[in-house]
């Protein structure tokens, strides 16, 4: 059974960090491309980051490039959002998710096969 379990959120004030985390158990992590994707209340989700199965590649949304940091263990079958400068338009629930559909990074939630449970960020002005 596949589990994709975050945690980190959590209440901060504008201009502050946060780090996230994913950990990923029942499939081969390793070949996994791993996403970060965020839903504000009434709105669509939408695409944070990505990252390959080695690190070596990584894509960002405009809103959040330069402030955020994905990253991930291979060994520890965990991905990490290290989320620096937040703004109140940050607020979300931030959801991990991963995909073996195309070994390239990709913002297109469908082709995400697992997704986490989600975990709240909330940045007050």
């Known amino acids: 059974q596949v589990q994709l379990l975050e945690s980190g959120g959590g209440l901060v004030q504008a201009g502050g960090s946060l780090r996230l985390s994913c950990a990923a158990s029942g499939l081969t992590f390793s070949r996994y491309v791993m996403g970060w994707f965020r839903q504000a209340p009434g709105k669509e989700r939408e695409f944070v980051v990505a990252?390959?199965?080695?690190?070596?590649?990584?894509q960002y949304s405009d809103s959040v490039k330069g402030r955020f940091i994905i990253s991930r263990d291979n060994k520890k079958s965990a991905v990490y959002l290290q989320m620096n400068s937040l703004k109140p338009e940050d607020t979300a629930v931030y959801y991990c998710?991963?995909?073996?559909?195309?070994?390239?990074?990709?913002?297109?939630?469908?082709?995400?096969?697992?997704w986490g449970q989600g975990t709240q960020v909330t940045v007050s002005s």
């Open positions: 998710a991963g995909q073996r559909t195309t070994r390239a990074v990709s913002d297109i939630s469908q082709l995400y096969d697992y």
């Open positions: 990252i390959t199965w080695s690190g070596a590649t990584t």
